[in-house]
């Protein structure tokens, strides 16, 4: 089934919903957060001389901010993470097609060479890299987000892979039986995937333009961004394979620790940290679901995208189940920990 036809079968089933696009709040780390979005043009002016520049040190994660000479936070990085976020030309961020709010903010999201650590604002290539992208506008990774999305456009490489466009959740499953999972990037892609360790992963062509929860974010992160990806559940040298395993063995920092509750400083989060769930509640209280935080959203609230069965893919919307944490709805009841890579 393709993007448009899946389309108009939500059409059908939930009326087309048109959401205002509002001001959202700026969630550069957590020094801006609330801050109000002030309408600025889609190009940027140059970026801050780095003489200009300052970096300071924070706590509750350690990071390093950047500041220019007025105070503000122009970018952040978070101490054992690749993960930064920029500040830049406000993006919104909307499903009209869904209900749910919109997320308009000035964060963009990139990943850095290698971690950081204390003190690497001394290295000589930082400055090289600030230069490089404050205020650049090249796709980033919640533009990446953006791509797989309901009614996305489809675009293709030079050996015709498509590579963006609208995802689904999975291939349909027979009549009472439950959703087809394991549905990874390269399923989405058509291609066959060789990783670092030389193991080989082939596609279901049953799976094409497909991705569960996890794939989703192996798709964002891993082939667009770059992060690495393994092809396993164990610990090792990229992010694996499913949202258990990112949460319980994936490389990252630790924001929200898993503690068997709903954590509540959600003050901590920025654009690109990913969320994990406890949705079918089992005994054993393990996490089955993965996310990507995106901010505030017009409303104030905490909004997220992820893969979901009801939404057929990727969405930001509130299609079977609010994408907010702090609404006490389904999934904010769900949520058990947070990390940023």
């Excluded at 889609?42 to 990071?63: C, H, N, T, Y």
């Excluded at 063995?249 to 769930?277: E, K, M, S």
Aim: hydrophobic share 35%; glycine share 14%.
């Amino acid at each position: 089934m393709n993007g448009r036809t899946r389309l108009l079968l939500r059409r059908a089933l939930m009326g087309v919903l048109a959401v205002g696009v509002g001001v959202g709040g700026i969630v550069l780390g957590a020094e801006r957060q609330g801050a109000p979005v002030a309408p600025i043009a889609a190009s940027p002016g140059p970026a801050p001389a780095s003489s200009e520049l300052r970096f300071v040190r924070r706590d509750g994660p350690a990071r390093t901010t950047v500041v220019d000479a007025a105070g503000t936070v122009l970018a952040t990085f978070t101490d054992g993470a690749r993960t930064v976020t920029l500040d830049g030309p406000a993006r919104t961020f909307a499903e009209p097609q869904f209900p749910g709010r919109a997320v308009t903010t000035r964060v963009w999201v990139r990943l850095l060479p290698q971690e950081w650590r204390q003190g690497d604002e001394n290295a000589p290539w930082v400055r090289d890299w600030l230069r490089t992208f404050l205020g650049s506008t090249e796709p980033d990774v919640l533009a990446f987000v953006r791509d797989y999305l309901d009614g996305a456009p489809e675009e293709r490489d030079a050996r015709d892979v498509r590579f963006k466009g609208d995802a689904s959740f999975g291939p349909p499953p027979p009549p009472g039986s439950p959703p087809i999972e394991s549905n990874d990037f390269h399923d989405y892609l058509g291609v066959g995937w060789t990783f670092a360790d030389g193991a080989r992963r082939e596609p279901d062509p049953k799976r094409y333009g497909t991705v569960d929860c996890s794939g989703f974010v192996r798709l964002v992160y891993g082939f667009r961004a770059g992060y690495p990806l393994i092809p396993t559940n164990e610990r090792g040298p990229g992010l694996p394979r499913r949202a258990r395993a990112m949460s319980e063995n994936g490389p990252g920092v630790t924001l929200l620790p898993d503690t068997g509750g709903i954590p509540t400083d959600l003050g901590v989060l920025q654009a690109g940290d990913l969320l994990f769930f406890d949705l079918d509640k089992t005994a054993d209280g393990r996490t089955d679901h993965v996310a990507i935080y995106l901010g505030r959203d017009e409303a104030g609230g905490h909004r997220f995208v992820s893969s979901r069965v009801r939404a057929d893919g990727p969405t930001l919307g509130d299609l079977g189940g609010t994408s907010l944490l702090d609404d006490g709805g389904y999934y904010a009841r769900s949520l058990r920990s947070a990390k940023r890579l």
